[in-house]
């Protein structure tokens, strides 16, 4: 009985310092080791309390083309439409459904949220996305973040008990999937699976569509294949599984759902590839349609709406668009998002004509170049201006396509804005730049002293440009203030109009 006594008391006395030890881990360092290993819990805690709509994604989200003049995020012009609602964005590069529950599900469940955007893309269903050698990345910071105590997920987090595979243990992973899984189509296809299809293409002289076989394409095609040739099986697919664990949540927190079927280059795929991809990529679109709608998901079809032009990435499969591309997700969306504000609702037209008048207040409602510069220190309208100097020495930067501008507004260029200096001691120019494979580099810097010498005041700076023939064939326009000097210059409210 003694030894029985005793065994019971060390257990009793290890569980006791098993709870103290929680206990101070909890209180001292569990918040330091999630900043170190799992800060992108920053991600949710940063959403506000009143914050109505969220928009979760990858970096779909954020990626812009370096001559979009507007480069701010689909989730952005998403607002636009609903200027009274607020609405906020999760946006974290390469991630999956997979990462989104854990984040939403973080949510201050006090919050005022009652709808939730997610992201669908396709190709996260695939073989490559799945295995991806990111995943243990991913997975580590997904650790702390367990619903368990503390002082286990550190336990879990010390001895890798997360999907922690090499990266070759992972090409092995999709490497096996494409050789086992059978391609299904409702005729007779001559490759099995996807690595007799990619070694077919990567060894024939196959002539595509436009009759542009080169290496360079050929290799694009295979990319495609492997990207694209899957059938989604809804009962294995662990991204169908993620995808429910969000359903659930939602209904739990009460959230209306909608899930955001990403663009896809089907232009491309349809001319590198063929038919037989096509049929695969709509076929998992009406898969994935098909069985969230039935789970009374809103499900937003962008798979063919953005034309291959605006795909940003020319030689690889991404969901990146230049601007166009990302208003049009964003306009899809907001329509979508209608149904459960029709009197928060405000009609934009993003396909109207070709703008001549562009204007910046500074305040990070528009996204131009160089967005670093912007300051709260002083400003003349709003809340912020550009600072230069002091090693910025570039100010917010309108740059655009100039053979956008239409060619009866392109004689004359009127440039504005208001600008407060501290010191006279500067070289500050206004700089004009014209650039373009048909024309010879064009740079102007105007001496912004001619005009404005008045300091510790916001003055008004104005200046016309009759453009020279020999640039009007242009490609790109840039536009800034230059300030290499010590002497900071701040600019607010920048206006261009082309005449």
């Not at 405000?346 to 204007?359: A, C, K, L, R, V």
């Not at 230069?388 to 239409?406: A, H, L, Q, R, V």
Request: glycine letters at 2%; one cysteine or more.
């Amino acid at each position: 009985m003694n030894i029985f006594y005793k065994i019971i008391l060390r257990v009793v006395l290890f569980a006791v310092i098993i709870v103290i030890m929680s206990f101070l881990y909890d209180y001292f360092l569990s918040e330091k080791d999630i900043q170190t290993h799992s800060d992108i819990i920053n991600l949710s805690r940063d959403i506000q309390y009143d914050t109505k709509v969220i928009y979760i994604g990858e970096s779909s989200n954020i990626t812009f083309q370096n001559t979009d003049l507007d480069k701010r995020p689909i989730s952005s012009f998403v607002a636009d439409f609903f200027p009274e609602l607020k609405m906020a964005d999760i946006t974290l590069p390469a991630s999956h459904a997979g990462i989104y529950k854990v984040l939403l599900n973080k949510i201050n469940k006090e919050s005022e949220i009652n709808t939730v955007i997610v992201t669908l893309n396709l190709r996260s269903f695939n073989a490559q996305w799945i295995y991806s050698k990111l995943e243990t990345s991913l997975q580590k910071s997904l650790v702390l973040l367990n619903d368990y105590p503390p002082f286990f997920n550190r336990f879990l987090l010390s001895f890798k008990a997360y999907d922690n595979k090499t990266e070759t243990e992972r090409k092995e992973q999709i490497d096996q999937k494409w050789k086992n899984e059978l391609l299904k189509f409702p005729y007779n296809f001559p490759h099995r699976n996807v690595t007799e299809w990619d070694n077919w293409m990567a060894s024939t002289q196959y002539i595509n569509d436009q009759n542009d076989t080169t290496q360079k394409n050929i290799e694009l095609a295979c990319h495609y294949i492997k990207a694209y040739a899957f059938t989604i099986d809804t009962f294995t697919n662990p991204r169908i599984h993620d995808f429910d664990k969000i359903i659930e949540l939602s209904k739990k927190r009460g959230w209306n759902l909608i899930f955001n079927l990403m663009a896809e280059n089907t232009e491309k795929a349809q001319s590198l590839v063929g038919k037989e991809l096509i049929y695969l990529m709509e076929h998992n679109r009406k898969i994935l349609t098909d069985y969230f709608q039935k789970k009374g998901v809103t499900v937003v079809d962008n798979l063919n709406a953005v034309e291959n032009i605006q795909f940003i990435d020319q030689d690889w499969t991404t969901e990146h668009y230049a601007e166009v591309g990302r208003k049009t997700i964003a306009q899809n969306v907001a329509q979508k998002l209608k149904q459960f504000y029709p009197d928060k609702y405000y009609h934009i037209d993003y396909s109207s004509s070709q703008p001549t008048y562009f204007f910046n207040d500074c305040d990070k409602q528009i996204i131009w170049g160089q967005m670093q510069t912007i300051t709260d220190v002083n400003s003349y309208s709003g809340n912020y201006s550009s600072s230069t100097g002091k090693g910025n020495d570039f100010s917010i930067t309108f740059e655009y396509p100039f053979n956008k501008i239409p060619d009866t507004s392109t004689n004359i260029i009127n440039i504005g804005f208001r600008t407060f200096m501290y010191s006279n001691s500067h070289d500050a120019k206004l700089v004009i730049e014209l650039s373009g494979s048909k024309i010879e580099y064009y740079w102007n810097g105007i001496p912004i002293a001619d005009q404005v010498t008045t300091i510790n005041e916001w003055k008004d700076y104005n200046y016309t440009l009759n453009i020279p023939e020999e640039v009007k064939q242009a490609d790109l326009i840039k536009i800034y203030i230059y300030n290499p000097s010590k002497s900071v210059i701040l600019v607010d409210d920048l206006r261009v109009e082309f005449k």
